[in-house]
């Protein structure tokens, strides 16, 4: 019996929505639909900033990342209106206003994206602020990348003890820029800052995400011109007006390998709906060597075992390699594999600590926080690398876990779901920063969980 309070009262913070009963054992079957993708939406929502007409951006999720962003831009004086059709929402930037550093510190939340206002609230006002940022505790999430990046366009930074001014008395100037490493955040903080600054701007070592591919489309529908070279450089040409988009937002395919994984695990059978076959080929082919089986159709991606489950070895990148948003619900499901498998995590220095969880649960895993030394590797090692042994096949059992962030947090419950018996689940409210109508999704796959408190 599944019983589920009001997802919209469900909080991230706190609240109702934090704790669940689960009775695992239960393969889950049926059918999800995932919509436009979270790290797409959020970027696309702060590109609205740039344009001097309204924008409008289609299969917007449901997730409170995005509520975070909305408020964020509306007390920067932007209309956000529900849109034409069920999933969109429009933007009119007309009335952009700065707004004070404790009115953005209130509705920032545990984000990250206020840093993202930088380059249009300097191209519309002179003056962005930023808060204390938040987002998952993953590793220490430096900022240093784009502070530097701005810095390179003539922004002047001042760190205070509420937060961070930045100011561009004299305008901003294209630059040539080269990332120490293709973070996904800097790369949009260039693109997000050059399409309006004067000259040509020249980002060497980009992050080339499918998501960074789509916000270079939206920026493009609204004027920018931009070109992406080969190698991992993207030249921007500034332009000094832009306007606003149309523009659908990818498919979240990092919530689809979420599905995917859960399917392995649970041994069910789960129908990706919006999940797309291109922007999945890498997260297809480990699927397909730890033992899965997929069918591609036109409107979505059939996920389930094909026989019993092999180890692999596998290491996170940035795309086109395998996903640090990946990792944690494949761990899972590796959990019964016959045999030793390893996952190098070499994005984050901190995104294994949710396997402590599934050891309690009765899963093989030694965590290794250095990393491990030898071995063929297709990523260079990284001082911040750590790496997860898992040995398998373990039965899991029910525990009282509580979630530490986002993905480990959807595979916690994806444990639950696997294990024999009652498992509490406590926190799961910040699960709903990433996944749309979490809840919902698991009754519709069968899942046997009460929301109690
Ligand atoms: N880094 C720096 N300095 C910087 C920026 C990044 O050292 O100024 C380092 C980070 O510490 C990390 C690496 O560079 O070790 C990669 O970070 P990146 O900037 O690429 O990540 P991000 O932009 O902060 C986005 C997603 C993450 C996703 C990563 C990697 C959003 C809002 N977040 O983070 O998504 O894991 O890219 O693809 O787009 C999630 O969805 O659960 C999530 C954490």
């Known amino acids: ?128 602020l930023i808060p204390d940022l938040g987002g998952c505790r993953i590793g220490d999430r430096p900022i240093n990348f784009h ?50 600054a004067k000259g040509i701007t020249e980002l060497k070592n980009a992050a080339i995400e499918p998501e960074i591919m789509d916000l270079i489309a939206v920026l493009q529908k609204m004027g920018a011109i931009i070109s992406y070279e080969p190698n991992r450089v993207i030249l921007i040409e500034g332009v000094d007006r832009l306007v606003g988009y149309d523009h659908r937002a990818i498919f979240d395919r990092n919530e689809a390998a979420s599905w995917a994984c859960a399917a392995l695990a649970t041994d069910g059978e789960i129908f990706v709906g919006g999940a797309k076959q291109q922007e999945m080929l890498t997260f297809l082919n480990v699927f397909r060597k730890v033992g899965g089986w997929f069918d591609v159709r036109e409107d979505g991606i059939l996920f389930r075992r094909g026989g019993a489950l092999k180890p692999v070895v596998v290491e996170t990148d940035v795309h086109p390699g395998f996903m640090t948003d990946w990792q944690q619900p494949l761990i899972v499901a590796l959990t019964q594999a016959e045999g030793e498998s390893i996952v190098h995590e070499t994005v984050y220095e ?55 962030d986002l993905r480990g947090g959807y595979s916690h419950v994806i444990a639950a779901l696997t294990a024999q018996g009652e498992s509490i689940v406590s926190g799961v409210g910040v699960i709903s920063r990433g996944y749309e109508k979490f809840f919902a999704k698991l009754e519709a796959l069968g899942a046997d969980f009460d929301v109690i408190g």
């Open 350 to 404: 901190n995104r294994l600590g949710f396997t402590e969880a599934l050891v309690k649960m009765g899963a093989d895993i030694v965590v290794h926080p250095h990393g491990i030394e030898g071995g063929p590797r297709r990523v260079p090692r990284r001082e911040l690398e750590q790496a997860a042994v898992i040995h398998g096949p373990t039965p899991l059992h029910s525990a009282d876990i509580v979630v530490p």
């Open 1 to 128: 019996m599944t019983t589920i309070l009001n997802e919209s009262a469900v909080s991230a913070s706190g609240g109702l929505g934090e704790v669940l009963a689960i009775r695992g054992g239960r393969p889950l079957r049926g059918r999800v639909e995932v919509k436009g993708a979270k790290n797409l939406a959020t970027k696309a929502m702060v590109a609205s900033l740039l344009g001097d007409t309204p924008s409008v951006l289609r299969d917007v999720p449901d997730i409170s990342d995005v509520k975070v962003v909305r408020s964020l831009l509306e007390v920067h004086g932007v209309t956000v209106d529900d849109g034409d059709e069920e999933g969109a929402l429009s933007f009119d930037p007309s009335g952009a206003v700065s707004a004070h550093m404790e009115e953005i510190d209130a509705h920032a939340g545990a984000s990250r994206i206020p840093i993202l206002f930088c380059g249009p609230l300097l191209h519309l006002l002179g003056e962005a």
């Open 147 to 196: 502070m530097d990046a701005l810095r390179a366009f003539g922004a002047i930074v001042d760190k205070s003890y509420e937060g961070i001014r930045i100011t561009a008395p004299n305008g901003l100037t294209g630059a040539n820029i080269e990332l120490p490493y293709p973070s996904v955040g800097a790369t949009e903080q260039v693109l997000l800052t050059a399409v309006k």
